[in-house]
């Protein structure tokens, strides 16, 4: 497949927080770069580096070292949604959310409601905008922090863990609705410790205490091993998904797989050729 121009690049970035100026740095010497329109999920166990990476991509914080580079001309360039919605909700109502930051960047009354009246439709949300927010589930308010940032229209829409709190049926729309979204064209960088997740990536970047410790094609991540016939999964120390299980144990059992699936979809059509 093949992407736009470059929107974010990271050369030799590392992070050290002041604080802890004799601990190794928190990021070291990474270089990445992510196009638009491209689908890119960053992966990594607990304290890797992934949140300090989102900071870093969303401007949140500056690098102690390296250069990082962005070329985006919108404004705001990039949204986040967080892992607990609730850090994001600030209205009362949800319509009264949605259009919060709108009114913050001075955005003209008319196309505030357009905008909201829009992003409440796309997630799903358009009957409930009346609902004080209190009263909305944990998914319900994740779909709310997505519609909250697409009424600023980011090029670039950055989910920190954002299904890690939520139920397996909420967990499946908010993934729907960030394929949507790359579907019309919108970067997504997708932070999880789900593998099942890397599966909608086009590019998986595995972080390993601060480095990165793959950039490449989901399918490699999964399936290319090493002379002990360790996966760059099996390395990292996850389990892969119950998708890439099965395929694998179809292999190990003699089955000739055409392809190889990461999803559910892709091993249900390869297994139906031999049925
Ligand atoms: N304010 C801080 N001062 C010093 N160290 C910190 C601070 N915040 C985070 N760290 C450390 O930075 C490292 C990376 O944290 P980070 O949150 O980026 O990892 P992560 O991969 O997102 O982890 P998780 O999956 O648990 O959210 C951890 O070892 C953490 O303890």
Same mark, same amino acid.
């Given at each position: 497949m093949n992407f736009g121009e470059h929107l974010i690049k990271l050369e030799h970035v590392s992070f050290a927080y002041a604080s802890a100026e004799k601990a190794p740095a928190i990021l070291q010497d990474v270089n990445l770069t992510i196009r638009r329109g491209e689908w890119v999920a960053i992966a990594g166990t607990n304290g890797s580096g992934k949140s300090t990476l989102a900071k870093l991509i969303a401007m949140l914080t500056p690098a102690t070292s390296g250069e990082l580079s962005f070329n985006i001309p919108e404004q705001p360039p990039i949204q986040l949604v967080f892992q607990n919605p609730d850090t994001q909700v600030i209205g009362e109502t949800v319509y009264?959310?949605?259009?919060?930051?709108?009114?913050?960047? =001075?955005? /003209?009354?008319?196309?505030?409601?357009?905008?909201?009246?829009?992003?409440?439709?796309?997630?799903?949300?358009?009957?409930?905008?009346?609902?004080?927010?209190?009263?909305?589930?944990? =998914?319900?308010?994740?779909?709310?922090?997505? /519609?909250?940032?697409?009424?600023?229209?980011?090029?670039?829409?950055?989910?920190?863990?954002?299904?890690?709190?939520?139920?397996?049926?909420?967990?499946?729309?908010?993934?729907?609705?960030?394929?949507?979204?790359?579907?019309?064209?919108?970067?997504?960088?997708?932070?999880?410790?789900?593998?099942?997740?890397?599966?909608?990536?086009?590019?998986?970047?595995?972080?390993?205490? =601060?480095?990165?410790?793959?950039?490449?094609?989901?399918?490699?991540?999964?399936?290319?091993?090493?002379?002990h016939n360790q996966s760059f999964c099996d390395r990292l120390g996850f389990a892969p998904p119950y998708t890439v299980q099965v395929a694998l144990s179809l292999v190990n059992k003699g089955f000739k797989l055409d392809s190889l699936p990461v999803t559910p979809a892709e091993l249900g059509k390869i297994v139906s050729v031999h049925l």
């Open positions: 009264e959310d949605v259009c919060f930051g709108m009114e913050n960047y =001075g955005i /003209a009354e008319p196309e505030i409601h357009l905008r909201a009246q829009t992003a409440l439709q796309k997630v799903g949300l358009e009957a409930l905008a009346d609902r004080p927010v209190a009263e909305l589930s944990g =998914g319900q308010k994740q779909l709310l922090a997505i /519609a909250s940032c697409l009424c600023m229209n980011p090029p670039a829409l950055l989910f920190d863990e954002a299904t890690s709190m939520l139920d397996p049926r909420s967990r499946h729309n908010i993934i729907q609705v960030a394929q949507e979204l790359h579907r019309e064209g919108k970067t997504i960088i997708w932070i999880t410790q789900w593998m099942d997740e890397l599966a909608w990536a086009e590019r998986v970047v595995a972080l390993d205490q =601060g480095k990165v410790a793959y950039n490449g094609s989901t399918l490699d991540f999964f399936y290319q091993t090493d002379e």
